[in-house]
Each structure stands twice: as structure tokens, then as C-alpha cells.
């Protein structure tokens, strides 16, 4: 059975910094394309950014508005995703979620909610 | 950035009656490799979004076939053949032929 479980949701001040985690397993997670989206309270989804596996180059792609200020990053090792996100906004509060797949988001962690408020 | 919009935002259903949803992209979602990658997702109360669709009519793995999508190019349709108590809530759609991935602003299923 496919899980993600994201971690590190808290609430910081604007300015901050965070470093969220999604633990997967379920599937082989080293061939595996991940992406994070996000969601503001009561609104719709944004896409925030997609690592392609290791085998495939590892590269990132980020929404434009969000690139420079978050990272996404891997270890196959522990099967585990990271966003580091630098520089907080109040317009980053969201539940960020991790989801798995190339072409769509196959699957979804239950997601990790991020305030950022002084 | 291709914009995905959704039609209508708020759908009142009976139930065992159909539903159906459009979402029209700003530009054609066929992929340099000939794939069309457009999703639905549907997002319970409460709960984290799930796939029920992808490439515009592959039903994911578990949705119920009374689940269809189809369409193609720039207009997509998710259609619910009888609609049921657990299908309230929000349909997505989503394009990933293209960065950044949009998604559509959301339809609201609710029961009249």
C-alpha cells in the first residue's frame, strides 16, 4: 500500500524558515517522480514544485512566484522528500501536501499544515 | 501559465441523478509525446485530494466506474453516471502537460 506522511508543519513568523518531510513507502521510491501542492485555507490547490528521480536527472521545477525561496530535495537512502522553504510569507499558511507521479499526482500524504503569522 | 477553468463552481445534484463537470484549458494540453495529461481529483470534507482520473478517462485504481472523463485538446468533461451520498465535495481538474501544473478553481458537489 502507497503512504506518504508528511511532517514539519508548525507556525512561524514571516521571515522563517521550514523544513517539511514526506516519509514514503509502498512503492519504489528512487523511480519515482514527487511533487508538492499546497493548499490556503478554504481555497483551491497550487502545484509548488516536482524532483525527478535520481536516474533521470534529479532536476526540479518550481512555480515561478515560489522559485529562489523554496527547495525540494530528496534521499532516496531513507525514502524521504524534503521542501525547505526560506523566507516565509503570510501567503505560504497552507496545508502542503506530497503526492507521487509523473503526468498527474497518483497519490496523496494527508498533508502538513504550515502558518506563518507574526 | 496554462489556465484551467472550471464549470460550474457549485453543482446542487439529486441523488441517483447524474453530474457533470467541464473545465476548459487556455491552450491545447497534448504533450510534445502525444499524451493529453489532464486529471480529476475529487477532495472530500476534510480529507487530502485523490486522483480519480488521469489522461483524461483512465479511471485510478479503486474509483467506482460510475466515474467517467473524456474530451480532448482544450475541453474536458468529468461526468458521475449516479451521483451518491460520498460524492460530495470538490472536483479539481488538473493539467501537468505543461509547468507549472494548474489546476482549476474547484466545483462544489453538493446534495439538493
Not at chain 1, 89 to 116: F, I, K, P
Not at chain 2, 9 to 16: A, I, Q
Amino acid at each position: 500500500e502507497v503512504q506518504l506522511v508528511e511532517s514539519g508543519g508548525d507556525l512561524v513568523k514571516p521571515g522563517g524558515s521550514l523544513r517539511l518531510s514526506c516519509a514514503a513507502s509502498g512503492f519504489t521510491f528512487n523511480n519515482a517522480w514527487m511533487n508538492w501542492v499546497r493548499q490556503a485555507p478554504g481555497k483551491g490547490l497550487e502545484w509548488v514544485g516536482r524532483i525527478k528521480s535520481k536516474t533521470e536527472g534529479g532536476t526540479t521545477d518550481y512555480a515561478a512566484p515560489l522559485k529562489g525561496r523554496f527547495t525540494i530535495s530528496r534521499d532516496d537512502s531513507e525514502n524521504t522528500l524534503y521542501l525547505q522553504m526560506n523566507s516565509l510569507e503570510t501567503e505560504d499558511t497552507a496545508v502542503y501536501y506530497c503526492t507521487t507521479g509523473r503526468g498527474s499526482c497518483y497519490y496523496w500524504g494527508q498533508g502538513t499544515l504550515v502558518t506563518v503569522s507574526s | 501559465d496554462i489556465v484551467m477553468t472550471q464549470t460550474p463552481l457549485s453543482s446542487p445534484v439529486t441523488l441517483g441523478q447524474p453530474a457533470s463537470i467541464s473545465c476548459r484549458s487556455s491552450q491545447s494540453l497534448v504533450h510534445s509525446d502525444g499524451n493529453t495529461y489532464l486529471s480529476w481529483l475529487q477532495q472530500r470534507p476534510g480529507q487530502p485530494p485523490r486522483l480519480l482520473i488521469y489522461e483524461i478517462s483512465n479511471r485510478f485504481s479503486g474509483v467506482p466506474d460510475r466515474f467517467s472523463g473524456s474530451g480532448a485538446g482544450t475541453d474536458f468533461t468529468l461526468k458521475i453516471s449516479r451521483v451518491e451520498v460520498e460524492d460530495v465535495g470538490v472536483y479539481y481538474c488538473m493539467q501537468a502537460t505543461q509547468f507549472p501544473y494548474t489546476f482549476g478553481q474547484g466545483t462544489k458537489l453538493e446534495i439538493k
